[in-house]
């Protein structure tokens, strides 16, 4: 990961599943009815039953002038939109209204405040409300253009419904009718008494006046040229680098996180490229045939993020076999992310008829490990295959380029090998730091320390004498959880015996490691007295479900290192007490998968961050221009 694709990735702390539309709207009434307190005179509490009775009526008052608007939109965005043959749901308009909502009482809050301390008044007040309630259907216009790609002119009309409905019970109640020159009998008898309502309402409405509406029809229309400018700022480099809109972009992300649909997905697959990905699998066997465990590892990133694409592949893998399932980390970056989470169907196919083509051998070498450079490898022969495991600790690396471990697998493959399940341990890196964060790269000093060390562990293997092999294998889901940086197959150990020789393969579902704590572990397990085994290693899944909490959250840094050393500890032991005689075997299909392909996942996240990091600016820049003409407007009138 590049440090360009880190700030992308740190976008997957913004992902989450928003509530359905009756808790939104139930949370909605709740911050009116606060706002309403807050906002209206409570008159005299002398008393308890006469200060409770002020409150409920200033509560009921917050609901009705910021929470009805807020419901009517939720509900009538969603009619409208679709009418105009958009695609809003009732989910996304409800989590749409409550943000409006949010962004009102913000406004007001803020604005008495400041009316507080520099005695501006209720006028102050009512003018940021302007402000608001423009700056809200700014908003739901950029969202609804984005969610159903409707035109400026069409998605303005489902945009408007909770500006307009503020704005309706504010004139209604304002009494602002009066500024008009109307009347006669019949207006006077049965239309006054609907259309003006100033007896009706809180005393702190009157200070609204005809200018108030004035500017905000005003404002609002130089807030909608603000949004249109702004996408077509934004929307340029996208659909000349890409070939896609920033629109779907955007309409993916709110997708997702409102009511975790795959439309971003989708996007992605608009991004994608075909590409041809070994998936490799080693199988370990009982006597009486059936499987004690399995390590799957097809040449993809488990990503971009959360579950989209192959973020969750980890645990999809490990329900899909009948043993202990260990799905370790490929040399593969982000551009070898899956586009859709259907791509996971096809390298599981692959996975089973690589599994389907095993065949087992009872002739098994003892662990070696050779070093190059800063690359480390271990390595352990399984009949004419390999188990290759590759860490640069204890310095800081991310993930190995695709072409390097193609290119490593080929060079252990000259000394004799058939297939080679090349690891990357993914077990040392010190989080989102520095320019290019480990990344090892084609033509890197490291990317040719990694090929020599797998052709120097190719070499030892076929000189190693070889014996019977027995397993054993151990795991717990433990009770951590992916905000503190562990996925839901937690840790699991497997423990060969050849001869006199223990190695034990530690893999955590997690995301790389904390700087020395693979080394702590390491050490633990094979030095000193209370030593569980002659060689081990530890690796992590890279599993992305750990990323909607943010985008550096790796094994060590919000858990306890010592309670971690323990469970692995336990583990390894029951492990070796599981060991049983079994024997392995090795098979390499070829799965055709659709990824983000190459350079696409920086060309995305320059893309992306461009628009986090200057379209905020664009869009504080374009605010501020309409606010001016707005308030010169206002002023002039």
């Known amino acids: 990961m590049t440090s360009t694709q880190s700030d992308l990735a740190g976008l ?147 945009a408007s419904i909770q500006t307009l409905t503020s704005a309706a019970l504010l004139f209604v109640y304002s009494g602002t009718l009066r500024f008009f020159e109307v009347g006669g009998p019949i207006l006077d008898a049965y239309l006054m008494p609907y259309l003006a309502r100033p007896d009706r309402a809180p005393p702190e409405l009157s200070a609204i006046a005809l200018s108030h509406f004035q500017l905000l029809a005003i404002t609002c229309v130089m807030y909608a040229l603000g949004v249109y400018v702004f996408l077509r700022i934004v929307d340029r480099p996208w659909r000349r680098g890409l070939g896609v809109s920033v629109l779907d972009f955007i309409r993916g992300f709110i997708g997702h996180i409102a009511e975790g649909t795959r439309e971003l997905e989708d996007f992605f697959e608009q991004l994608g490229q075909e590409a041809i990905v070994p998936v490799t699998v080693l199988s370990f066997e009982r006597d009486d045939g059936t499987e004690k465990a399995r390590f799957v590892l097809p040449m993809i990133h488990p990503g971009p993020m959360g579950e989209i694409g192959g973020g969750n592949f980890p645990e999809r893998v490990a329900r899909r076999a009948e043993g202990l399932v260990f799905p370790p980390h490929a040399t593969a970056g982000h551009d070898f992310n899956l586009v859709t989470e259907r791509e996971v169907d096809v390298v599981l196919d692959a996975a089973d008829d690589a599994y389907e083509r095993i065949e ?69 890196n010190n989080g989102l730091q520095g320019p290019d964060l480990g990344h090892v790269t084609p033509g890197s000093k490291r990317s040719f320390d990694m090929i020599t060390a797998a052709g120097l562990a190719g070499e030892e293997l076929s000189a190693s004498s070889r014996g019977s092999l027995s397993l054993g294998t151990a795991f717990d889901p433990t009770d951590w959880t992916p905000r503190e940086g562990i996925g839901p197959l937690g840790i699991r150990v497997a423990a060969t015996t050849v001869g006199d020789q223990t190695t034990a393969y530690v893999l955590i579902d997690g995301n790389n490691m ?124």
């Not at 009512?126 to 809200?136: G, N, P, Q, T």
């Not at 904390?514 to 890279?542: C, S, Y």
Request: aromatic share 8%.
């Open 12 to 158: 997957s702390r913004f992902i989450f599943r928003a509530p359905s539309w009756y808790t939104s709207l139930g949370f909605a009434l709740l911050v009116a009815a606060m706002a309403g307190i807050g906002a209206f005179d409570s008159g005299d509490l002398a008393g308890s039953w006469r200060g409770i009775f002020f409150l409920g009526r200033d509560a009921w008052e917050g609901i009705f002038f910021i929470g009805i608007p807020t419901v009517v939109a939720a509900f009538g965005t969603t009619g409208v939109d679709r009418f105009v043959g958009g695609k809003l749901t009732h989910n996304r308009s409800s989590l749409l209204a409550l943000a409006g909502e949010v962004i009102i009482v913000t406004f007001l809050t803020g604005a008495a405040i400041v009316s507080v301390f520099t005695g501006l008044g209720q006028t102050f007040i009512f003018d940021a409300l302007v402000i608001a309630l423009a700056s809200v259907f700014a908003f739901r216009l950029l969202i609804v253009m984005a969610v159903s790609r409707s035109s400026l002119l069409i998605a303005a009309v489902p």
């Open 360 to 428: 087992y051998s009872p002739d098994v070498t003892e662990s070696v490990r050779v070093q190059s450079g800063d690359a480390k490898m271990l390595g352990q022969r399984f009949g004419d295959d390999a188990l290759l495991v590759s860490t640069y600790a204890p310095q800081f690396a991310d993930d190995v380029e695709y072409a390097v471990g193609l290119s490593a697998s080929a060079e252990a493959r000259t000394t004799g090998l058939r297939d080679v399940l090349l690891v990357d341990a993914h077990n040392c």
């Open 514 to 637: 904390e700087p020395g704590l693979r080394d702590r572990i390491v050490e633990e397990l094979t030095t000193g007295p209370n030593a569980k085994a002659d060689v081990a290693e530890v690796m992590t899944t890279d599993t992305h479900i750990v990323n909607t909490v943010e985008a550096e959250n790796q094994v060590g840094a919000a858990i306890d290192p010592d309670e971690l050393r323990e469970t692995i500890d336990r583990l390894v032991d029951e492990a070796v007490a599981d060991t049983e005689p079994v024997v392995a075997g090795m098979a390499t299909e070829r799965a055709e998968v659709t990824i983000f392909g190459n350079d696409r996942t920086e060309t995305l996240a320059s893309h992306a961050n461009v628009v986090v990091s200057m379209g905020g600016a664009l869009a504080l820049a374009l605010i501020l221009a309409a606010m001016a003409v707005s308030l010169l407007v206002f002023f002039l009138a």
